[in-house]
């Protein structure tokens, strides 16, 4: 039985480098990386900790700013509970463009969510309770049309086909596949609206004047209670969907001698 699900897609620009789903050259984490700024969307750690992210929708700065998809990274490659690395990042919350950043403790079963918009609200920092949220590119539980769609979705494959039987990811992540758009009215009204209603989907596919823009992957990543954890990935290399399963179990903590 499932004790903690993530499903989730990436968007990018198709012509963007990404590298699929695997071991890191540390052995230690696990997930897709960005192939330019080297960052990530949604990675694991043998130990049981999960980082995943999401941008905010905003007309991005001019400024220099740092790489968002390097925050996972460092919730992963440190020490720190959710918590305390939310703590961390309380001074440089105008450092980064707008984020969505989840970071957890498995093996804890805590998971904390970090938000830097509003932007003159600072850093704002929740416990994330137990049950079925929802974080598109607004703030999480955010009642988009898209993100209600996909809550629906959520609960009518989980809590009605697998509440107590082993879940399916590659059926799981079928839900994301959904390309359904909004009426115009609808819309947050942010960037232009033709391209704001391409992005209404859950499931992306936009070719704009400066390229191609779409679902870039989808995954989930689920914890048994037996401490197994399971990563599936569907991802995109050269127009051709690949799908890719890695199993662990979380390690222990170890203790120095």
Known sequence: MAQQLVVMDKEAWLEQPTTPLGWWEDGEILGGRDGQAGGTWLACRR???????TNVREIPSPSQVKSRGELPIRFLKSRKSPKDFAEELVGEADQFNGFN???????????????NRPKDDGLSVTQVSPGIHVLSNAKLDTP?????????????????????????????TEILMDTSKDNESQLPGI??????????????????????YGTRSTSAVVLRSSGVVTFYERNLEKDVWKEQTISFHIETERVAA
Do not use: C, H
Not at 47 to 53: C, I, S, V
Not at 101 to 115: E, F, G, N, P, Q
Not at 145 to 171: N, W
């Open 101 to 115: 950043l989840m970071v957890a403790d498995l093996r804890s079963m805590t998971m904390v969510y970090i938000t």
């Open 47 to 53: 130990d049981g900790k999960l980082a995943f992210l």
């Open 144 to 172: 988009w049309p898209k993100a209600q769609r996909l809550r629906r979705s959520f609960e009518d494959v989980v809590v009605g086909k697998y509440l107590d039987a082993e879940i399916s990811l590659e059926e799981i």
């Open 191 to 212: 960037y232009p609206p033709e391209f704001e209603y391409l992005l209404s989907a859950i499931f992306v596919e936009a070719n704009t004047p400066l390229g191609r």
